[in-house]
């Protein structure tokens, strides 16, 4: 059964040459109902290149964060499947589709550091070695046992992510861990899938403290998870604690 498909490029500074070719790329091999780009305190000149391309553009003033831009994407699509892609292309477009063929119930994730995927141009020795050690940690603590965790290109259904979103707190890069640990807590299916990947040098992520973040964020979806799942522990720690605003929930998404 054919589904319908929307496309979600959270944006932050983009090169606007590349992301344009990105989006032609797309829309010839994917052929989506809608590409959304969530674009965060864009300057002028980048918001005039934006508007010019084929696609949904959402600029807000101030950086959001790239979860909560996915969220604010996710949230106005009204398709089967709702695909996220970073706006650096770094993964191509028949590497995307991949990722969407194999949603079935669930959530496709796309895999950098699955033994089957394939690299074009390498990261930073600290990179990998942050990225390595961080999907080694995941692995351990979560019920999703994934080689990578953190890859810039994942698909869900419509279904699920009404069973998700109101689950997600994170609002920047640490989005994708916990939009893995709550998929699995919940019961759903989360496949891993092998794909082309393509480095981006110039990508705006500082790698260390985005490793503090994520490891922050990790701490924070185990408990989140194990709350989902009835653990006694989890919810004791909780007990008497102001919680957190789901991203949904937020007055400015």
């Not at 980048?46 to 604010?72: F, H, M, Q, W």
Request: glycine share 8%.
């Amino acid at each position: 059964m054919d589904r319908s498909l929307g496309i979600v490029l959270p944006a932050y500074e983009p090169d606007t040459d590349r992301l344009a070719r990105y989006v032609e790329r797309i829309h010839e091999t994917l052929a989506p109902e809608t590409i959304r780009v969530e674009l965060d305190a864009p300057d002028e000149e980048t918001r005039t290149a934006v508007d010019t391309l084929p696609v949904e553009c959402n600029a807000v003033p101030y950086r959001r964060g790239k979860g909560a831009s996915i969220t604010a994407g996710f949230e106005r699509l009204d398709t089967d499947v709702r695909c996220f892609l970073d706006a650096d292309g770094s993964t191509p477009a028949a590497a995307a589709e991949e990722i969407i063929d194999r949603v079935d119930d669930g959530l496709a994730v796309g895999s950098r550091r699955h033994p089957d995927a394939d690299v074009i141009g390498h990261q930073t020795v600290a990179r990998r070695f942050l990225g390595d050690g961080f999907a080694w940690v995941a692995r351990r603590l979560l019920a999703a046992n994934l080689y990578d965790y953190q890859c810039g290109a994942k698909a869900i259904t419509a279904d699920v992510w009404t069973g998700v979103r109101s689950h997600l707190y994170e609002p920047g890069f640490a989005w994708d861990i916990e939009l893995v640990a709550m998929t699995a807590a919940l019961g759903y299916d989360v496949r891993e899938i092998p794909i082309e990947w393509e480095d981006a040098p110039d990508s705006t992520v500082d790698p260390v403290r985005t490793a503090v973040d994520m490891g922050r964020a990790l701490v924070a979806a185990r408990h989140r998870a194990k709350r989902v799942t009835d653990s006694r522990l989890h919810d004791a720690l909780a007990t008497g604690r102001g919680g957190p605003v789901a991203l949904v929930e937020r007055e400015e998404t």
